[in-house]
């Protein structure tokens, strides 16, 4: 917390420096600033004291999110965050009762039970952001996990190489896979991805090198072109450190998606995310 007013000071000046070089249709979105979906959140065991639930609503209100989607390890604080507040959080379930099975979870088979257990006892409209590379998926875990993402009609976050992606939809084609920091791989290779496989979406998190300072690279502004309703943009709150970025995240988004159409930029903003996750609570 106690970095919060420099942020905020700096959020503010990157505003308004930011403001002079948006289009006119932008004016109206100044004043009502453009509603974020970010994909790309957690809320993990060690935000827990630091940010209580009710402190990190407030930011993530303070951000003008229009929804998170959050996952943690444990579980525990997904559930946390969305009983504080429903409207905004969609829970996604990690398979991680604790951070350190990040390397380790795809060859203990006791994940499987555990997801089973929160499976039956909460809602979610996805599984992830897991990490899984490689032939690694092709592993009984990640192929138990892809299995109850399609018993439960749920979309798997899956932080992954490209090849991880191609192993998970050969093993069910129907699958609807978000591609957590598409990959950290380059837009070429992302829209290639994009183009082969029609049910995988991109989430932007944690990667400057699409956009910076309010400028959109060449080749990234290709693929957004090309698949407006294919991306999205994330936090990643991976440490509770972090939790203070979502604020100047979204406001640093909105300085990027400002140089786009507004159409796509609306696309990539929240519309995606809202068409995709925003009502699969209520539905079911
Ligand atoms: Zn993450």
Redesign the pocket.
Known sequence: MKHAPALFRRRQLLVSSGLAALPLWAGAAAASPLPIFDA?L?YSHDAWDPLPPAQAVALLRQAGLKRALVSSSSDEGTQMLYEAAPDLVLPSLRPYRNRSEIGTWTRDATVVAHLEARLAKYRYVAIG?FHVFGADADGTVMRRVVALAREHNLFLHS?SDADAIDRQFRQDPDARILW?HAGFDTPENVRDMLRRHPRLWCDL??RSDHASMGRVDDGWRAAFLEFPDRFMVGT?T?TPERWHYVVDHADSARLWLATLPPAVAERIAWRNGEELFGQRLASR
Do not use: I, K, Q
């Open positions: 790309h957690h952001e932080h957590a998190a944690f990643d991976f």
